[in-house]
């Protein structure tokens, strides 16, 4: 059984840091493709940050310089350190797998990131 479970939900005050994880179990970690998506209310689910089988990363403009995603193949995770956070930022963010020659596509549950005063 796949999962993908992800944690660090939480109220953030503009300006503050949280570092999401995502924990992954029943897939070859490291030949997967991982992403961190958001979705926030009335908007489409866009992708944040991604980094590859082999450690390169890619970000969304919007977060560029801020956020920052990393994997520990060892611990069958991967990360979302998230620094000078905007209101904008708030959203649900979902922990996504890949690997595209298997046809193979993972979602976790999502967790809650909030940017309030």
């Known amino acids: 059984q796949v999962q993908l479970v992800e944690s660090g939900r939480a109220l953030v005050q503009p300006g503050g840091s949280l570092r999401l994880s995502c924990a992954a179990s029943g897939i070859l970690f490291g030949r997967y493709l991982m992403g961190w998506y958001r979705q926030a209310p009335g908007k489409q689910r866009e992708l944040v940050a991604a980094i590859t089988t082999g450690g390169s990363p890619n970000y969304t403009d919007s977060v560029k310089g801020r956020f920052t995603i990393s994997r520990d193949n060892a611990k069958n995770t991967v990360y979302l350190q998230m620094n000078s956070l905007k209101p904008e930022d708030t959203a649900v963010y979902y922990c996504?797998?890949?690997?595209?020659?298997?046809?193979?596509?993972?979602w976790g549950q999502g967790t809650q990131v909030t940017v309030s005063s």
């Open positions: 996504n797998g890949k690997r595209a020659e298997r046809g193979t596509n993972y």
